[in-house]
């Protein structure tokens, strides 16, 4: 579907960096206000309400947006095609949106009780979580096209109407944790609205036919990664659901500020990636050795940086804590290196995953994931017992590493690299 310049990674990434950026910036910059009128307890509350829709992503189909971005690449399909694979895509989303949502409404209550939200918001948290994944079917199609631009623009967007609520319902209104969650909803329902418009507007939407054809092939590529993606949840997020039991809800808060803060290497590393898929694809479409070669010694070069920001965090980490989040959340300091270093192996594992994904075989990742979620949270049951706050951090950091280690061996039977013999 056309031919990529040589610069085109060098330029799609420095977009998707700056719209990354810019997009993780405009939340971190709310952080100092929140934190100081949110105490730990409120701000646990808005974690686990945030936590919850990370749950809730794996099964209301967010991994048919990985399909719709890997229909693109078929050399035979066309622009209707297309729009046909994605309404199929977004039928599916909803059909699995409305049995999640049938499943949780009559224990609405318990759920609400464990999780330590209010009940009102357990119902809200599936079609949120269904909002957020329609939006970002429309953001992976400008991903694939290499526009960029709209694709920064249109997340831009989000987060600063999103910041702005937040400000108005938590620091003109004093609403507390309500406000900053009702702000998150009140915007995934406007970006909902606009993501179907400019997905009609490119003519990228069929969504009232049927093709049964590419329903079979959504579910064949998307419902292989559930595992996985659930696995990413046991990964990334669980550890708050084990913290909220073992420590309360004011130690979440406290766990939820490091994590936030340093999300912000998550941005580097995601915005980098986005630009480095279509990039690779079309590179691994060539097969060409010695091509192979330089991506390896590229990717090497890349994972010793990682490893080098890493080791810095953990000595500037609770200086930052208490700068950015105020005395209130100094103890998120001693989790900040641990959670660094596991953000580090997140981003090798980004470097390596996108091989499974272009060969399409893709049930041995999901095993991977789920492996490593299930690692992690037997880790976090005793660690946090033994160690608190930190042991959480130091079993992230453990099962990321043996994610990434897991994911590369299967990388290399799935679509081999030089990674050995590459000089």
Same mark, same amino acid.
């Given at each position: ?302 994972? &010793?940086?990682?490893?080098? #920001? =890493? *080791? +810095? @965090? !953990? ?7 208490? /700068? ?61 017992? &033994?160690?608190?706050?930190? #042991? =959480? *951090? +130091? @079993? !992230? ?7 990434? /280690? ?18």
């Amino acid at each position: 579907m056309g031919i990529i310049k040589k610069n085109s990674f060098v330029s799609g990434a420095g977009v998707y960096l700056f719209s990354n950026i810019l997009n993780g910036v405009i939340p971190f910059l709310l952080l100092p206000v929140l934190t100081r009128y949110l105490n730990p307890t409120q701000y646990g509350e808005v974690a686990m309400f945030q936590t919850l829709l990370g749950a809730l992503s794996a099964f209301v189909g967010v991994t048919f947006v990985g399909a719709a971005g890997r229909k693109y690449y078929d050399g035979d399909v066309s622009h209707d095609d297309l729009a046909q694979f994605i309404g199929s895509c977004l039928q599916l989303i909803l059909g699995f949106s409305l049995v999640i949502f049938l499943l949780f409404a009559p224990f609405y209550e318990q759920i609400a009780s464990w999780v330590g939200v209010q009940p009102k918001y357990v119902l809200w948290a599936v079609p949120v979580a269904t909002c957020a994944v329609i939006i970002r079917i429309r953001l992976g199609q400008w991903q694939v096209q290499k526009q960029s631009i709209k694709y920064g623009i249109l997340q831009i967007s989000q987060s600063l109407m999103n910041v702005l609520l937040s400000l108005s319902f938590v620091v003109v209104l004093l609403q507390g944790a309500s406000g900053r969650i009702d702000a998150q909803i009140v915007t995934h329902l406007v970006f909902l609205v606009v993501a179907i418009v400019l997905l009609k507007k490119d003519k990228l939407l069929s969504i009232l036919r049927i093709r049964k054809d590419y329903l079979i092939e959504a579910l064949r590529f998307g419902v292989p990664l559930i595992p996985h993606t659930a696995g990413a949840f046991l990964l990334v997020s669980v550890d708050r659901f084990v913290i909220n039991k073992e420590l309360g809800l004011d130690s979440a808060g406290i766990y939820m500020v490091a994590v936030q803060i340093t999300s912000a290497i998550g941005v580097v590393f995601d915005a980098i990636n986005k630009a480095y898929v279509p990039w690779l694809f079309e590179k691994l479409k060539n097969d060409n050795i010695e091509e192979k070669k330089q991506i390896v010694k590229f990717t090497y070069i890349w994972f &010793f940086l990682i490893f080098l #920001g =890493a *080791a +810095i @965090a !953990f000595i500037i980490g609770p200086i930052l804590v208490t /700068l950015v989040a105020g005395e209130e959340y100094a103890r998120a300091g001693e989790v900040f290196g641990w959670l660094a270093l596991g953000q580090g192996f997140q981003g090798m594992y980004l470097m390596i995953t996108n091989y499974i994904f272009y060969s399409k075989k893709t049930g041995l990742l999901s095993a991977a994931s789920i492996g490593s979620g299930v690692l992690n949270l037997g880790l976090l049951i005793i660690f946090v017992r &033994f160690f608190g706050l930190e #042991g =959480a *951090a +130091i @079993a !992230f950091a453990t099962s990321m590493c043996i994610r990434f /280690l897991l994911t590369w061996w299967i990388a290399n039977k799935r679509h081999p690299m030089p990674w050995f013999n590459f000089i």
